[in-house]
């Protein structure tokens, strides 16, 4: 088959179209003829030697996909060989076939396209584990999210606002604020021209807002704790300003806050089919009505990935980019 493989960490350049052999279905797997793969900024660490492989995942970039069930065992799921389904996988996603465990494959919503389709498993899953699980974002709870026009973002901005929370967003433009508003935050909050902290602090009476998905982290902690209100909670799921800060610990100590974070990619499959389950229950019927769109920057054939990669690293999009297996 025709995969993009990483021939050594550096730039996009990198990411070089190459033959490999078919994938070996492992128990509980299916064989997915690929129509379509994400780009996620974790594939971008990967491809720069900053994000390693986890144990038995393949060395090929792309964690999420759609496309056909060719082969595997489908017993008691309901699912059939031909069908369209939309996976979560760890690894191998830039190919024409790639292996996902069973339970980590989700029926494509009605009235998406494969594109549509492959554009949802990984933010989805981040966000409604982040959020909702790890956050315990509960009713009448105010959210912001870090980012808000990036894939997670959108996600982010969407999914809560439609569960029925206020939400605000930062960006790092006028336009992307605008764009935020426009999926249902709020207010944009530009980053780089005005102060979140104290935004967010006026915008709720003083009260502050009950949970931050924040993939800044560094010393956007120390202000992300000034606009969280008592019992808080800060969900890190990336480092993009730095791993380390200094943070007056009182403030935790006094208003019982929570600093808390994870990443998805090593997490065991049940956990995994734990969170589609939630998210079929209560995203994908969204979906499927209208209420939540996934919102398409640009698709690169899968030949093109380092153009792909590259656009991600420049930043302008608003929304997921895609590789399209011709
Ligand atoms: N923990 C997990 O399980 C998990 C899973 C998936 C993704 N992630 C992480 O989530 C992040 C988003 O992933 P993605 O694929 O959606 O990437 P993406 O579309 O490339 O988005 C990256 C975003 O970071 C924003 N950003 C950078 N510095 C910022 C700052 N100081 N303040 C606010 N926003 C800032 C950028 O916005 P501007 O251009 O407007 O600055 C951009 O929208 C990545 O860091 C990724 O590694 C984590």
Redesign the pocket.
């Known amino acids: 088959m025709r995969a993009i493989e990483i021939v050594q960490p550096g730039g996009p350049e990198v990411l070089q179209i190459c033959e490999r052999p078919m994938p070996v279905l492992k128990a509980g797997e299916v064989l997915i003829k690929v129509h379509a793969a994400g780009?996620?900024?974790?594939?971008?660490?990967q491809r720069t030697g900053n994000?390693p492989v986890p144990p038995g995942a393949s060395d090929l970039p792309g964690?999420e996909v759609s496309g056909e069930i060719v082969d595997g065992d489908l017993s008691g799921s309901g699912l059939r060989k031909g069908d369209m389904v939309c996976a979560l996988v760890q690894g191998g996603g830039y190919a024409e076939y790639c292996t996902a465990p069973l339970e980590q494959c989700l029926p494509v919503p009605k009235g998406l396209d494969a594109v549509e389709a492959a554009s949802l498993p990984?933010?989805f899953?981040?966000v409604w584990?982040?959020v909702f699980d790890r956050g315990a974002l509960a009713e009448g709870e105010v959210f912001l999210v870090?980012?808000?026009?990036?894939?997670?973002?959108?996600t982010a901005i969407q999914l809560v606002s439609a569960m029925g929370h206020r939400v605000f967003a930062?960006?790092?433009?006028d336009e992307?604020c605008r764009a935020c508003e426009s999926l249902g935050a709020e207010r944009g909050i530009n980053?780089?021209t005005e102060d979140f902290s104290e935004l967010l602090k006026a915008a709720t009476n003083g009260r502050g807002v009950d949970v931050i998905l924040d993939?800044?982290g560094g010393e956007?902690i120390n202000r992300e704790i000034r606009c969280l209100a008592d019992d808080g909670r800060i969900v890190?799921?990336?480092?993009?300003?730095g791993s380390k800060a200094q943070v007056d610990l009182g403030h935790v100590l006094r208003r019982r806050l929570t600093i808390t974070?994870?990443?998805?990619?090593p997490r065991p499959v049940a956990f995994k089919a734990a969170i589609g389950k939630k998210l079929l229950q209560h995203a994908w019927p969204m979906l499927e009505s209208g209420r939540i769109k996934p919102v398409i920057y640009k698709t690169f054939p899968l030949e093109q990935a380092s153009a792909a990669h590259a656009l991600?690293?420049s930043?302008?999009?608003v929304?997921?980019?895609m590789l399209k297996v011709q």
């Open positions: 780009v996620n900024r974790p594939d971008v660490f994000y964690l990984e933010t899953f981040t584990s982040n870090q980012g808000g026009t990036s894939g997670i973002g959108v930062t960006a790092g433009s992307k980053y780089k993939m800044v956007y890190l799921i990336a480092l993009l300003g974070g994870s990443t998805l990619r991600m690293e930043s302008t999009h929304g997921k980019i």
